[in-house]
């Protein structure tokens, strides 16, 4: 079965750090850009950081500094660490495999 599964969402207070991790089965992320999206309710779906198959990485202006996108290809899984959050980071976070594959999403809720 095609898909990728995030885990690692949660509730943390504002300047807590969380890691996010998406897991890729019948597909290899070694051979993909991998992304990470977010949306927050009432809002679109936003890119936030990518990472491509030479590991060269990007982020959205919003999280510059504070997330890091990395990849393990021997896991087959990309993570998202994220620090010093902030309570506009909450939203519902998804893992995307380029060529269209996405995954189911995690919560992440940051409290004031």
């Known amino acids: 079965q095609v898909q990728l599964v995030e885990s690692g969402g949660g509730l943390v207070q504002a300047g807590g750090s969380l890691r996010l991790t998406c897991v890729a089965s019948?597909?290899?992320?070694?051979?993909?850009?991998m992304d990470w999206y977010r949306q927050a309710p009432g809002k679109q779906r936003e890119w936030v950081a990518g990472?491509?198959?030479?590991?060269?990485?990007n982020y959205a202006d919003s999280v510059k500094g504070r997330f890091t996108i990395s990849r393990d290809n021997a896991k087959n899984a990309v993570y998202l660490q994220m620090n010093s959050l902030k309570p506009e980071d909450t939203a519902v976070y998804y893992c995307?495999?380029?060529?269209?594959?996405w995954g189911q999403g995690t919560q992440v809720t940051v409290s004031s």
């Open positions: 990472i491509t198959t030479a590991y060269s990485t």
């Open positions: 995307y495999a380029w060529g269209g594959l």
């Open positions: 019948g597909i290899m992320v070694s051979v993909r850009d």
